[in-house]
């Protein structure tokens, strides 16, 4: 089955600490995307990436990194630097920008 | 700048009563307007994608329509199973990322 895979279901970060979200795809889609949703506020784009090697910006991406090295696989590290990572967390794949995203089934991050 | 608002962001209904729920959106050349469904702690389902004014698009209980400022979620004889947030979302001429609105919460009673 074709889908959208995000991993851990459920994360723990202590005080000072480094996590990794994992997102993986295979539909064979250009662009990935990370969001995250807190109460109330809609989802707020993190990061997103067009193509291998390569990704922008989004309006929240203090504190957050990301790399691209292949095409099925997009992970999200959650740095020391965000003081503030209790959140829902999801990944997102598209053919294009412009197209509709196939969504994963989330990462709750909460903080220890 | 680009922009989504919907409204109401809560929306409760007796079974069976219609409604309809708002996207109001600014944006630099609309490429698509796209409608998602999400259920607590999961991630959203793809409902519709508009791309013009005039456009009506129906599945089930649920249709939506687009004008050049807003796009309206039309939910007829709404059942229980139907209670979730509704999310609206755009995409632009500039082909940055999909700009979402925050959501209606829809409960739905019997």
């Known amino acids: 089955?074709?889908?959208?895979?995000?991993?851990?279901?459920?994360l723990f970060r202590k005080e000072g600490q480094n996590?990794?979200?994992?997102?993986?795809?295979n539909l064979n889609h250009d662009a990935m995307y990370w969001y995250r949703q807190d109460p109330g506020q809609g989802l707020r784009l993190i990061y997103y990436s067009q193509i291998v090697n390569d990704f922008q910006k989004g309006d929240i991406a203090e504190g957050?990194?990301?790399s691209r090295e292949k095409k099925e696989s997009f992970p999200l590290t959650v740095t020391s630097a965000q003081k503030n990572p209790t959140a829902f967390y999801l990944c997102a794949s598209s053919f294009r920008t412009d197209e509709k995203l196939f969504f994963g089934s989330g990462t709750q991050l909460s903080v220890l | 700048e680009d922009q989504v608002t919907q409204s109401p962001e809560a929306l409760r209904l007796q079974e069976g009563e219609s409604s309809s729920l708002n996207c109001s959106y600014t944006v630099s050349g609309l490429r698509g307007l796209f409608w998602y469904r999400q259920d607590p702690g999961k991630g959203p389902e793809f409902l519709f994608t508009l791309y013009s004014a005039g456009e009506e698009k129906e599945k089930?209980?649920?249709?939506?329509?687009?004008?050049?400022?807003?796009?309206?979620?039309?939910?007829?004889?709404?059942?229980?199973?139907?209670?979730?947030?509704?999310?609206?979302?755009?995409?632009?001429?500039?082909?940055?990322?999909?700009?979402?609105?925050?959501?209606?919460?829809?409960?739905?009673?019997?």
């Open chain 1, 1 to 10: 089955d074709g889908g959208i895979t995000q991993s851990p279901k459920y």
């Open chain 1, 19 to 25: 996590v990794t979200l994992s997102c993986e795809q």
């Open chain 1, 64 to 66: 957050y990194s990301v």
């Open chain 2, 60 to 110: 089930e209980r649920l249709k939506a329509t687009l004008t050049k400022k807003e796009s309206f979620l039309h939910i007829t004889a709404p059942k229980p199973e139907d209670s979730a947030t509704y999310l609206c979302a755009v995409a632009n001429q500039a082909g940055t990322a999909l700009i979402f609105g925050k959501g209606t919460t829809l409960s739905v009673s019997s």
